[in-house]
């Protein structure tokens, strides 16, 4: 199994950073503008790429508000099929950390590599957005 880790220093408290990664209208403002999100344990979220062209459904597994939400990928494209999402805050001093792990990757393929590098692009995304609350999601349609 491959996992692939990324960390952000965020000046933002954990609570922004928490809704940013939670909610629709917080996921609309770095990753995607085609989110929904159902915030609560069991519920449901979708994001979609290239109008619509590829969709992933996720369900939301755990939820600790200003510290840890994990999601789990079904179905969609293959290679996140049965992976998970967790992110991990923490107040840090003047700042808040952010951890993410995108788990369960079944090996090293040149389409997880690719992956690999825009959740570190993503990362800065969603930086950026909560420090500043000027929405700019990497995929408007």
């Known amino acids: 199994m491959v996992d692939l880790h990324h960390q952000a220093p965020i000046n933002a ?5 928490f809704a940013a990664i939670s909610t629709t209208d917080g996921n609309r403002g770095w990753w995607t ?3 929904k999100v159902d915030v609560k344990v069991g519920g449901k979220a979708e994001f979609g790429f290239d109008n619509r062209g590829m969709v992933f459904h996720m369900a939301v ?9 994990v999601m789990s990928c079904h179905g969609d494209h293959p290679e996140w099929a049965g992976t998970k999402l967790t992110w991990k805050i ?4 003047d700042h808040t950390s952010l951890r993410f792990i995108h788990s369960g990757w079944k090996e090293m393929t040149p389409f997880c590599a690719s992956c690999n590098s825009m959740w570190g692009n993503l990362m800065f995304r969603l930086k950026a957005y909560v ?3 000027k929405a700019a999601p990497q995929w408007t349609e």
């Open 90 to 93: 923490e107040r840090d001093g």
């Open 131 to 133: 420090e500043t609350g």
């Open 33 to 35: 503008a085609d989110s």
């Open 13 to 17: 408290s954990a609570a922004k950073v």
């Open 61 to 69: 597994d755990k939820l600790v508000p200003s510290k840890e939400i």
